[in-house]
């Protein structure tokens, strides 16, 4: 059993509450556990210069001080840049940047994940988020013209597992969807992200007292694959009912 | 009439949901109108070097990129350096400073107010949101006997006053809590903070289009003493009723 | 009796040395007491990018390390942002930014305050000195062509004001133009700027141990005007002398 | 056939230079193909101040301006932050860290990896080399006796593999050891480091183009596993040479 | 003839205002044409952390913006940190840091020189001015006891030497105290400090529009020696006049 | 007889590795003693925005941080930015930068000198080194047809001088190419750069122990005289030879 009763292959509480900043262009705020990001995606009034084909998509990361205790510092540092790059690649996965041009041409958008509570998983909630937030906004952009053809190409979720004690079993146990406390005791640690049509994104993982084995690596996927499974569920359910209220 | 059919001196719809962020010492999301902050107090793992005398009380104030459209850019700037000046100010008063010292020595908190979404007076609400999770910690940190005596001397509130254009009447007028759509086309623009116990203790007026006369400042101070008498009441209910939880 | 033997509506002595940096467009050393600033404004060779109509005035605000002891950073902090905030909004009240325009286009300038001594009261003499170097730029420019109408719509000018101890009298009194020492000790600590034509323009009042009363505030700007009157002549008297000696 | 004529589990040939600069606690130059990293550790005066139990090792990476055409920028961005973490933990995960603690008290170990010329595979070469580097600066540290066991619990070494086009074939195939011409038109991109005892240490997947599969992972990590093993080989030789020379 | 009348081998007017800033522990306004710079000599509250044995001096540069025309930025750039270290250097030169050592332990102060209005000559003006700003501060620190031991060796002093046409002769000359216009135009531009007692202490010469040979730079010294001896005799002018003012 | 047996007038090794780095437009390896340095020459892909008239070459230094013990820090500091204005001078000195604008206009190479091992003279091994590193990008770019016109005008080279204790003689004497052991101890130290066609082009001397004297210098700069006239001759044969190379 772990800390918090729950199974080795069970998600935390999952909820996603689209639209939390009114004023965004896409905005959702993702629960998993006690762990929440408030995801909000934003058009850049110019395209990046460097960019001579298609649209782009970004992602900037941040943890509000007050989300974790000690109070954490306002500076991005190390940690937070490669957090945001990982959630830019995995959303521009799911986006096919040929089509992120429009009548008025190519658009840039960046997407914003700043946890307000952290509980382990921010990066992933992040991700998992992200893509709603930057579906809303696409859709908006093709309400308003801006976008004729529709980016996006597929879901992109993540999720994050790991090998962490179980203290009542004396053992180890890989498990899905890691807590901070179980975070903070892995042996291993990996984050998997996934495409609804196309599989694996990206997969990130570190023996964090050593190494693990391939059959370990494997089972960990097993256990990805089935949380993300849940996860685009979970996406679909919102957008549809946004789409569902857009409607009325 | 105003643009959303409010009196002249009546305040936006007005709320405060303590303990918004569950890991945080103390935390409030305070929302005006469409202004939403996320407040959160921690307490400092060490107080500043050159504080010789009694705790201390900080504030850094942020706006999240998504709050505003065109997205807002994450680094601080002059702008916001002021406002967390004027909050820290404006809660250090509230404070007997001498009293957030205890048994295990001074204290320092910092009071955190992140603008999830902005209309209009986000540093006045961040002013009286501030004030609750400051209050909230402080309870806190003397239920876990870090603190022996109330260092609470008042309450604090601000409200934005303002003249402004009144498209139907063709005139300007005085009016109380500008939204965003008041305070750009303001004539005059005024922030006020006052103590419960003790009156004003902040006033920072501008003529944004030229000078205004003293029987101007003494009409947006009355709004102001009117609608900070109200906010004063919403802080008393909000801590009431975490008092009362507590106790259940 | 004040420290300095002053009555309490008394402005320490005042000067204005125009011309003082031979080289700049408009310079001026004002001094108050012992609070020494270089004023000089600058033309920029570019507008900023984002200006679409009218001219602009900026300001920036620093303090020489050796003005204060113990020796200050040569770095800005927020102190300094906030105050050059300041200065610039009050000397835009000052200028017609849309007479700001000549025949080659808008134009920009940029009024450092250089405080080479500091004594109290260092945010309001730059505003003092600020406007009479950019009213001697503004000169500058007209003769030189690049601006054809006056920008010039009135003088502005600053003082500060505040309650402080009086310790002959063992009380607390309302007094105008406080140096340091009386600065330090404040109950209340106010900024007031005003237009020769058109009254308040800034005012930023601060309990410093508590609140204030309306009463209080009244008394404040009262002192505030009747100083400022002073500074408006003295402006004045200073710009006569440079256009004389410029017909001579 | 690739571009260079290597077969799809070949890797580019591989040089260690130990004791490259002399005048380091631990030196080494590396070279894979056209890439070339110089690794030197050394010693910090002091640990960490966080640090409350064993020793630490941590690194730092950077390329040359005139590593790369178009000439690079010497200020580290948040690619240069990502890999030196990286290759900070891929080390410390080879080290015995509570072994890293002498008679004077814990050690402090700073691997800086500088890529004097780079075509590809850089973070993996300055892992390989790091290890290099770092191995002897501990036996120097064992010789001047200010380390007296020996922290090293196993070599680490690091190599890419990739999923990229094979012009000839008109198909895209596995392989390893990706030339920069070959990373850049990657579809997927994959970095694996190991434990010459223990397996993976860290993984690290990339969908350049869209997602990829688990049978393709496999057999990413079959070729790495056979790279590697020929990386520990040449880590062997080289440390082995050194002794030998030492001895003599 | 040079562009204002000098001779080849004459200083521009020089002049030194001792006690410039009033509250400054030793200051000076040095002239040399319409070249002037502020000089205060602060102490720190604490010696640099490094600092072993002795005393420190240190030395700051930076123009005011309205120094120059067009306006200069505010950050310092290379140019001034370059210049900062050679006043710094050449300052120490002038102090035996051993005796900077008083009963309550180690000095450390700090030059401040700021340019506010520059016609060339700057980095030297700064060098004469600190030195007697710096000699004052001294003397104030022996006044107060700090000091007991005269750390002052020598007076230094710099001035600019060059070889710049002569529009007049239709030829190139060595000349002494460059001003900006002749700087400007230079083929070679030496700057050179001395010490009252014992010569040379820095050259710095550079050829702008190629080389030049050795006849050329005797030449150049000669004329610097010349005009710093007039400026070792201004320095112990102002220096006798202030000491006897204290008598007085 | 000095520390490593070297002639007070005695040269340390020198070498010139020209093409070390395979991938930049211009390379070299420059070795003096342990001293070595990577210079690379690079076009950068615009002109400086300030540029209008003929090209340009600037130079940046830096340190590995392995190449000093106790390790270096990475950021640059005053001292590299001063270094590196000083190699930029010297460099433009050698180029007519008239002609460094070719069929498609002007041209900017950026020249870096990246120290990898440290004792001494790293500044005037990175002019030397720099300068061959220079000629070869202009051959290279005449060769691609970006210049038409060769702007070399002269080579360029430096090399320290300086007076140190000579242990043995228990006396100081005059001594060129200073080691770090002599440097450190130096009473003068003095850089010298001189032009092959046009005597010197800087001069950088500093008494650091007190003045020196004129008959000093003079001796100082023979040394120089005679040291770089055999760097001259290291940087013709090495030009030769990869210009033989190029022809076979």
């Known amino acids: 059993m772990r800390h918090d009763g729950r199974a080795l292959d069970q998600l935390r509480p999952f909820s996603l509450e689209p639209g939390f900043i009114g004023s965004a262009l896409g905005s959702v705020l993702v629960a ?52 945001q790059r990982l959630i830019g ?86 498990m899905l969807d890691l807590a901070y406390v179980e975070d903070s005791q892995a042996v291993v640690d990996c984050n998997v992200v996934m495409l609804e049509r196309g599989g694996l994104v990206e997969i990130q993982g570190t023996g964090e007292r050593g190494g693990f084995d391939r059959p370990t690596l494997s089972r960990m996927l097993d256990l990805a694959e089935s949380g993300i499974a849940s996860l685009f569920a979970g996406q679909r359910a919102a957008l549809a009912k946004v789409a569902e209220q857009a409607r009325l």
């Open 32 to 83: 998993t556990g006690r762990t929440r990001v408030i995801c909000t995606a934003s058009r850049e009034a110019k395209p990046p210069g460097w960019l001579t084909q298609g649209g782009w998509v970004t992602a900037e990361y941040a943890m509000l001080p007050g989300a974790v205790r000690p109070r954490g510092r306002r500076e991005p540092d190390g940690r937070a840049k490669e957090i």
């Open 89 to 174: 690649r995995s959303l521009r996965a799911a986006i096919d940047l040929e089509k992120l041009v429009g009548p008025q041409g190519p658009v840039a958008l960046t997407v914003d994940c700043d946890v307000i509570e952290a509980d382990g998983g921010t990066r992933t909630a992040a991700i998992t988020g992200g893509m709603v937030a930057l579906a809303l906004a696409v859709r908006a952009l093709q309400r308003e013209g801006v976008l004729t053809a529709d980016p996006v190409r597929s879901l992109v979720a993540a999720v994050s597992v790991g090998v962490c004690p179980l203290p009542a079993a004396g053992a180890e146990a890989p």
